[in-house]
C-alpha cells in the first residue's frame, strides 16, 4: 500500500500512522491475543458557520482513533484509544489483552474466515467517493462557500413574514478507515463528503415562528449544488405558515423523501440478527416470508461506484455485495455476523446494510420522475409528511407512533399546512398499505428511499 | 481531590505553556481564549445469554480550543499535547478573530473557581476494579430477573462506567480542574406470555464510584424490569386526539426538558429563534409553579461541580411563581444579555464548544395530592415511563414517546396503555398546567441529552401534574 503521496492531505493515514497498526497487531499477539482486528481510523473536519450573512463559527477537527478486538482463550474484548504513541500502545495492546482474560468464555466468537473478507479494497479509493481537489481547499475558499449561500439582506420585502434569523453552514470531512486482522485481512476505505446547508427562521404578523431547513452533499466539491440551500429552506418554512388544526382520522399520507427513511428504519434494525437472536424483533421468523406489500423491494447495493453509502467491507473486513433484502414483499436476507452466525447457526451475511435502495412501485408510465406531487395525485385526499416530530416505534412488536408535520391535501393538491399531529400503527401493518414508491430520492443521500405513499394510516390531531 | 499539578502532569503540560497557548489564540484579535483538556475512560461489560463474555475499555485523550470574538467562536482541538500541535489547532481557532468585524460586547464574565464544589465524591475509584469485581453484580441481577417473572426468556445487563479528568485554563487566568465519574447499570428483559412478546429496559445512572454498585441497586433494577408487564401485556391503543393528560412523578421531568427546557437555552433566545424570545419576566405559566435547573444536587447525573467553561455548579430557577426568570447561559450568550453565565456551558468532550445545555432539570413540589389529581379528570390518560423527546424550537412544538401509562375514566386509572407519542405546544402546554402534585421525584435513569450533534448527561424529575390538553397518539 502506497502512502506517501497521501502525507500532505490531512485526514489521510500516513505510511508511520499505518504501521502503528501493525504495531498493536504485533503487540496483542506477542502479550497472548489468539486473534486480532484492528481499526485505525482517520478524520478531518472543517466547518464555517454564518449567522445572518455573516462569519458566525469556524471549527477545525482532526481525529484519529484505533479500534481493536481481542479474541484470546475462547474471550474476546473491544478496545479503544486515540493516544497512538508507540509506548502508549504498547501498555494499551497488554492491559487489553488482561481484561480479555477476566472476560467468561464464548467460544462463538471468531475472526470471518480469509474466504469472506474483501480483497479488493487495497487503495480506498476503489469506491470512487474521495475528491483528489480536497486537498487544494483553504480557509478562505470554504469561507466564501458559506458566504454564497447567504441570502440576508437580500429578501424581497413580504407581508407575511419577517426573517428573523438566517444560519448558513459549509463544512467538509475526509474519512479514512484501514482494517487489518491476524487472519490476513487488510483493507482501506476513503472517503471525502462536503455540505452545504441552511436553517431559515421567519417570524408571521401574529409572532409565531416558524423554520425550514434545506442540505446539499457530495463526495466531490464540483459536484456540489451550490447557492440554492437559503432559497430553499425559506421556502420550506413560509409554507408553514397558517397552520390549521387537523381532527385526523384513518387516511392516506404521502411521505416526502426528504424523511421518508424515518419509515424504513425500523425495518432494516428489525433485520438485524441480534434483535432477532434477542427476540427483540417484529421480523424473527420472517425470513423467505412474504410480510410486507409486494410493492416494497429493498435493495443493499454498496457496490455502486461513486455513490454515498458504497463500501467494499463491512466494521469485520467481510466483503459486501449487491443483494435484495426484501424482495416483492419477501425477507430475503437477515444482517448476520460472524458471531450471530455461530449463535443462531445460520448463513452469515454482512453486519449491517450499506445503501439501502428501495425501488419504484406503481409509479405513473407517462411520468418521468414520481415525487410526492405526484403520489398526491395518485391518492387524491389525505396527509403529505414532510418531517417527523419525535415518537419511536417499538422493535420488539413494530407498532409505533411519531409525531409528523406537513400539509393536508385533496385532489391531489396541497389546501394547507397540519401541526402537532401524529400517526400511529404497526410497521407490518404500515408497509403492508404501500400504495406507491416514488423514483425520486435524493443523489445526496446513502440512504435511498424516494417518497411513499400508503393508506389507512391513523393520524391524530 | 487531585491537585493542581497532577492534571498538569496527566495533560503533559506546564503552566507556562497554557500561557503561550492563550496569547497565542488571542494574537489575531480573539477577545477570550479557553482551553479544555480531557482523559477519559470509559469501560463497558456485558452480560448476555448467563454469561459476561463481552466488554472493554477506552480511552479519550485530548485538548479543545476556543478563541471568541464578540459573539463569534473559532474552535480547534488536537488529540495531542505535544506544543506543536496544540499550536496548530491554536492557529486554526483563531482564524475567526482575523475573518471577523468587531461585534457585540465582550465581557464573558470572570468566576471565583477557588470554589471547591465536591457534588461528587467518590468512595471506591471505579479504575481501581477490574472486571472482576463487576461480572456478580451483572450475574445476580440477571439471576434476580429470571426469579421474579417465569415469563422472562433473555436478560441483558450491562454496567457502563466512565471517568473524566478535566482541567480548563482561560485568558483570565482561571484554572479549574474536575474529575467527573459517572456509572450506569442497565437490564433489559424480554418476555413472552402466549406467543407474544414484550421488553423491557430500565437503568440507573449516577456520578458517583463504584460503590453505586450494592446489593440494594442490584434488587430496584431487578424489581423494575419486572414490574408492569403484566400491563405490557395487556396494554391496548387508545382512541387518539386532545384530551387532558397525566403526567406522573419522576420521569416526567421530560416535559420540561422538551417543552420549555431546550426553548429556555440563551443560544436560542440570543439569535431570537426561540418561542421563548423576549419573553423574561413575563409569565408564562400559573402561579405558584417554580422550575428549577441544578447542578448541585448530590450523586446526580445531571450535577456538576463546574460547567465546561469552568464556572461553577449552581442552582438556577428558570421560572418562578410561574414567570420566567432565567434563561440557561453559557459564557457567550451570558455575555450577549449583559448577565453572569448560569454555569450551563456544557460540552460532551474536547472535541465540541461548549452551548448551553441543562443539568438536572425539575419542577417544585406543589400542594395537591396524586390521587386528587387523577381524580380531577374525567376521561384522560395517565403516563408515567418515557423516551425519545424533541422539540422545534421556533415553532414550540414538543413530542415525547409514552412507554407506560393507563387510561383515565371517571377519574380512575384503567387500561394500560403503552408506545404513544404524546405531541403539545411548549407554551400553550406550560401555561395548561392547572394542578402540581406534592410528591417530587428526580428520576434516576440513564437521560442523554443530544443538541447540535452533542450528548451530555442530564437527569429530571416532576411531581405528579396536569396538563390541560395534549395531543395524544392512537387508532
Redesign the interface.
Known amino acids: 500500500m502506497n502512502y506517501m503521496k497521501n502525507k500532505e492531505i490531512q485526514g489521510l493515514i500516513t505510511a508511520d500512522e499505518a504501521s502503528v497498526a501493525g504495531f498493536c497487531m504485533d503487540a496483542l499477539l506477542k502479550n497472548g491475543a489468539s486473534d486480532a482486528r484492528i481499526s485505525l481510523s482517520k478524520s478531518t473536519s472543517d466547518t464555517v458557520e454564518m449567522?445572518n450573512g455573516?462569519?458566525?463559527?469556524?471549527?477545525?477537527?482532526?481525529?484519529?482513533a484505533i479500534v481493536i478486538s481481542v479474541f484470546a482463550d475462547g474471550?474476546?474484548?473491544?478496545?479503544?484509544?486515540?493516544?497512538l504513541e508507540r509506548k502508549e500502545i504498547e501498555a494499551?495492546a497488554a492491559?487489553?489483552v488482561r481484561?480479555v482474560r477476566?472476560?467468561?468464555?464464548?467460544r462463538d466468537?471468531s475472526l470471518p474466515p480469509s474466504s469472506r473478507t474483501a480483497k479488493d479494497a487495497v487503495t480506498g479509493r476503489e469506491t470512487g467517493l474521495f475528491d483528489e481537489k480536497y486537498a487544494d481547499i483553504d480557509?478562505e475558499r470554504r469561507?466564501r462557500m458559506a458566504e454564497n449561500e447567504c441570502m440576508y439582506g437580500k429578501f424581497s420585502k413580504d407581508d407575511r413574514y419577517d426573517v428573523?434569523?438566517e444560519e448558513c453552514e459549509y463544512s467538509d470531512l475526509v474519512e479514512d478507515n484501514y482494517l487489518i486482522d491476524s487472519a490476513g485481512f487488510s483493507g482501506r476505505h476513503t472517503e471525502s463528503s462536503f455540505v452545504l446547508s441552511s436553517e431559515m427562521?421567519i417570524k408571521s404578523p401574529d409572532g409565531?415562528?416558524?423554520?425550514g431547513s434545506w442540505w446539499e452533499s457530495s463526495p466531490f466539491i464540483d459536484r456540489l449544488d451550490t447557492c440554492r440551500c437559503a432559497a430553499k429552506a425559506l421556502e420550506r418554512a413560509v409554507r408553514?405558515l397558517g397552520p390549521v388544526h387537523h381532527?385526523?382520522g384513518r387516511l392516506a399520507m404521502v411521505v416526502d423523501t426528504t424523511v421518508s427513511s424515518k419509515l424504513i428504519s425500523p425495518v432494516i434494525s428489525a433485520l438485524n440478527a441480534f434483535s432477532i437472536y434477542?427476540?427483540?424483533s417484529f421480523l424473527e421468523d420472517s425470513l423467505g416470508k412474504k410480510v410486507f406489500s409486494a410493492g416494497m423491494t429493498l435493495m443493499d447495493l454498496p457496490r455502486t461506484y461513486g455513490k454515498p453509502g458504497a463500501r467494499l467491507y463491512d466494521s469485520e473486513g467481510v466483503a459486501t455485495k449487491d443483494a435484495p433484502v426484501i424482495k416483492c414483499g419477501q425477507v430475503c436476507n437477515y444482517f448476520i455476523n460472524t458471531y450471530m452466525s455461530a449463535k443462531m447457526n445460520m448463513e452469515p451475511t454482512v453486519e449491517s446494510i450499506s445503501r439501502p435502495v428501495l425501488l419504484p412501485w406503481n409509479c405513473p408510465e407517462d411520468n418521468g420522475i414520481t415525487d410526492a406531487d405526484a403520489l398526491m395525485k395518485i391518492c387524491g385526499k389525505g396527509i403529505l409528511v414532510t418531517g417527523f416530530?419525535?415518537?419511536?416505534c417499538?422493535?420488539?412488536?413494530g407498532?409505533?407512533?411519531?409525531?409528523i408535520?406537513g400539509f393536508a391535501f385533496e385532489n391531489g393538491e396541497i389546501l394547507y399546512p397540519v401541526?402537532?399531529?401524529?400517526?400511529?400503527?404497526n410497521m407490518s401493518g404500515l408497509w403492508n398499505n404501500l400504495v406507491a414508491a416514488g423514483n425520486d430520492s435524493r443523489e445526496c443521500r446513502k440512504w435511498q428511499i424516494p417518497s411513499l405513499a400508503f393508506e389507512n394510516v391513523?393520524f391524530?390531531? | 481531590m487531585k491537585n493542581v499539578q497532577y492534571y498538569l502532569d496527566r495533560f503533559r503540560v506546564t503552566e507556562k505553556q497554557l500561557d503561550e497557548l492563550i496569547c497565542t489564540a488571542l494574537s489575531r484579535g480573539g477577545d477570550y481564549a479557553d482551553l479544555f483538556f480531557e482523559y477519559t475512560v470509559y469501560q463497558e461489560l456485558l452480560l448476555r445469554d448467563g454469561q459476561v463474555s463481552s466488554g472493554g475499555f477506552h480511552v479519550d485523550y485530548g485538548v479543545g480550543i476556543r478563541v471568541l470574538k464578540g459573539e463569534r467562536t473559532g474552535y480547534a482541538y488536537s488529540e495531542s499535547t505535544e506544543m506543536s500541535d496544540m499550536l496548530a489547532a491554536t492557529a486554526a481557532a483563531s482564524y475567526i478573530a482575523k475573518a471577523s468585524s468587531d461585534n457585540g460586547r465582550k465581557t464573558y464574565g470572570r468566576f471565583q473557581t477557588s470554589a471547591k464544589n465536591d457534588f461528587y465524591p467518590v468512595l471506591d475509584d471505579w479504575r481501581n476494579n477490574d472486571a472482576g469485581r463487576f461480572i456478580p453484580v451483572l450475574t445476580e441481577l440477571e439471576k434476580r430477573i429470571f426469579s421474579k417473572d417465569s415469563r422472562t426468556v433473555k436478560v441483558i445487563a450491562k454496567n457502563v462506567w466512565s471517568e473524566s479528568e478535566i482541567m480548563m485554563y482561560n485568558s483570565f487566568g482561571e484554572l479549574t480542574c474536575d474529575f467527573r465519574p459517572i456509572g450506569n447499570l442497565i437490564a433489559a428483559g424480554v418476555f413472552i406470555q402466549n406467543d407474544r412478546t414484550e421488553s423491557r429496559t430500565v437503568s440507573k445512572s449516577f456520578r458517583t464510584g463504584a460503590e453505586m454498585l450494592d446489593e440494594n441497586l442490584v434488587e430496584r433494577l431487578a424489581v423494575e424490569t419486572v414490574s408492569g408487564v403484566d400491563d405490557m401485556f395487556a396494554a391496548i391503543r387508545p382512541k387518539g386526539g386532545r384530551m387532558p393528560v397525566v403526567m406522573g412523578a419522576g420521569a416526567s421531568g421530560i416535559l420540561l426538558h422538551e417543552a420549555m427546557g431546550h426553548s429556555f437555552e440563551a443560544d436560542f433566545n440570543r439569535k431570537d429563534q426561540s418561542v421563548f424570545s423576549g419573553m423574561l419576566g413575563k409569565k408564562v405559566c400559573n402561579s405558584g409553579i417554580n422550575i428549577v435547573d441544578d447542578a448541585t444536587i448530590r450523586s446526580n447525573r445531571g450535577a456538576c461541580n463546574y460547567d465546561d467553561e469552568g464556572v461553577p455548579g449552581q442552582r438556577t430557577y428558570l421560572v418562578r411563581d410561574g414567570v420566567l426568570e432565567s434563561y440557561i447561559h453559557d459564557r457567550l450568550s451570558a455575555n450577549s444579555f449583559g448577565l453572569p453565565s448560569t454555569g450551563n456551558g456544557r460540552r460532551e468532550s474536547f472535541r465540541f464548544y461548549p452551548l448551553p445545555r441543562m443539568r438536572a432539570t425539575y419542577m417544585e413540589n406543589g400542594q395537591a395530592s396524586k390521587a386528587d389529581i387523577i381524580a380531577s379528570v374525567k376521561k384522560g390518560i395517565y403516563v408515567d415511563e418515557f423516551s425519545n423527546g424533541q422539540v422545534q424550537i421556533g415553532e414550540g412544538d414538543f413530542t415525547f414517546y409514552v412507554k407506560r401509562g393507563y387510561l383515565i375514566e371517571n377519574g380512575r386509572l384503567t387500561a394500560p396503555v403503552k408506545d404513544l407519542n404524546v405531541i403539545g405546544n411548549g407554551p400553550r402546554a406550560l401555561a395548561d398546567i392547572t394542578a402540581v402534585g406534592n410528591d417530587l421525584e428526580i428520576d434516576d435513569g440513564s437521560w442523554t441529552c443530544g443538541k447540535d450533534g452533542q450528548e451530555v448527561p442530564v437527569s429530571c424529575g416532576m411531581p405528579t401534574v396536569l396538563v390541560g390538553s395534549l395531543t395524544v397518539g392512537g387508532e
Not at chain 1, 419 to 425: C, H, N, S
Open positions: 449567522l455573516e462569519l458566525d463559527k469556524v471549527s477545525h477537527s482532526s481525529d484519529r474471550k474476546y474484548g473491544t478496545f479503544s484509544t486515540n493516544m494499551f492491559k487489553a481484561a477476566l472476560m467468561e468464555e464464548d466468537r480557509a469561507f428573523i434569523s427562521t409565531k415562528k416558524f423554520s408553514q381532527e385526523g434477542q427476540k427483540s416530530n419525535g415518537g419511536n417499538n422493535g420488539v412488536t407498532d409505533f407512533s411519531y409525531g408535520e401541526r402537532e399531529m401524529l400517526i400511529t400503527g391513523d391524530s390531531g
